[in-house]
């Protein structure tokens, strides 16, 4: 049985009143939908904060190797773990131990044993959802 992490309270919660994100895997490959989803939430006034091991500047952003290494990663409203599902749950236990607020896990990404660590944690978490489709649902 799959549980819900989509609670659409708190998706429209994590857009509206987020102000930093921090994407793990956002290199500097434009092709690459992290990289969309990432744009969309600078030009919707989110701060972004590039996660790759590359460690590059990202979008006008210092990149950081891991989210250990992001200066004040307590103040990361939302981890987006554009990862595969099977390199999600390791992102998650990041996010939980830096101190984030919440995790968003994009369409295919599902790992719901991370998901539930994290909500057992405190963080809010959706999972499976695209950020962009949900920015025009809130409409």
């Not at 749950?89 to 984030?100: P, T």
């Given at each position: 049985m799959t549980t819900d992490f989509a609670d659409q309270a708190v998706i429209r919660r994590l857009l509206n009143e987020s102000r930093t994100w921090a994407f793990v895997g956002l290199g500097d490959n434009p092709e690459r939908e992290v990289h969309s989803q990432a744009r969309l939430m600078q030009q919707r006034g989110k701060r972004i904060i590039p996660v790759h091991p590359a460690a590059r500047e990202v979008l006008g952003e210092k990149g950081y190797a891991s989210l250990a290494d992001v200066p004040d990663a307590s103040e990361v409203d939302v981890v987006g773990v554009y990862r595969r599902a099977e390199h999600a749950?390791?992102?998650?236990?990041?996010?939980?131990?830096?101190?984030?607020k919440a995790v968003w896990l994009p369409l295919q990404v599902i790992d719901e044993a991370a998901a539930r660590r994290a909500r057992d944690a405190g963080l809010d978490v959706v999972m499976d959802r695209c950020p962009a489709v949900e920015w025009a649902l809130r409409r």
């Open positions: 749950g390791q992102a998650v236990d990041e996010a939980i131990a830096a101190g984030a």
